[in-house]
């Protein structure tokens, strides 16, 4: 179909860029998992106990590779979450976890920001998360790397340094949930697809920037991510 078919002139198709590649990867839709690291379950009051996974999602047009991050309206507490993401090139339903890895493209780093107080205040509601996940600018990402040149990590040090300050720091291996199981189970509700991301929960140590704050994520194989809060 051509853009006449339209009634209104269609959105642009949300992407990331590729390193070292003009080319870019096509999103289809961002899933995210909760608590997804024991440490961080337990500063955010949870159970460390390994629990059935859940998630939640954030819109393809709210991720950014730009570098910027403009601080959101109807918020007073935003909180970074420096995450492994991942790129699929295929999908599927009830995928097995043994097949999963063959369905990634490739990883990149990620930032789940979160306008917490709104978060928190949808919690005590009983009432979605959207309003404190899923806002505009809420999902800066660095360039993806295709698997094909770094492989799949499994281990090795996550961390995020806010003004040069180290404020998260973990390892891959510390996930509850390994990355070929959050796609496993994912495939169970979802019906995945070419084009989804999936980011993977965050280590301990998440907390609120101000405007200036610059912020540096790193995922040891899969590279760096440098953000200034605007």
């Not at 730009?66 to 959101?72: A, D, L, M, Q, T």
């Not at 920037?209 to 590279?223: L, S, T, W």
Request: hydrophobic share 40%; net charge negative.
């Amino acid at each position: 179909m051509s853009a006449s078919d339209y009634v209104i002139a269609p959105p642009a198709q949300a992407s990331l860029p590729v390193r070292g590649s003009d080319a870019r990867f096509p999103v289809h839709r961002v899933y995210c998992i909760g608590r997804n690291y024991a440490a961080h379950a337990v500063e955010m009051g949870h159970d460390p106990e390994r629990e059935a996974p859940f998630f939640f999602q954030k819109n393809p047009g709210n991720l950014d590779a730009s570098g910027i991050f403009p601080y959101p309206d109807r918020s007073v507490d935003v909180q970074f979450e420096v995450e492994l993401v991942v790129a699929l090139s295929g999908g599927g339903r009830d995928i097995p976890a043994e097949r999963a890895e063959a369905l990634i493209w490739g990883y990149g780093v990620g930032l789940d920001m979160t306008r917490r107080d709104l978060q928190g205040q949808a919690k005590k509601a009983g009432r979605p998360w959207e309003v404190g996940k899923a806002f505009e600018h809420s999902a800066p990402c660095s360039a993806l790397v295709p698997a094909s040149e770094i492989g799949h990590p499994t281990e090795g040090a996550i961390r995020l340094r806010v003004n040069s300050e180290t404020r998260q720091e973990g390892d891959l291996a510390q996930m509850i949930w390994k990355t070929p199981e959050i796609i496993a189970v994912l495939s169970q509700y979802f019906e995945l697809r070419a084009g989804d991301v999936i980011m993977t929960g965050t280590p301990a140590g998440v907390g609120p920037v101000a405007r200036g704050d610059v912020m540096e994520a790193h995922v040891a194989g899969v590279g760096d991510l440098a953000v200034r809060v605007t």
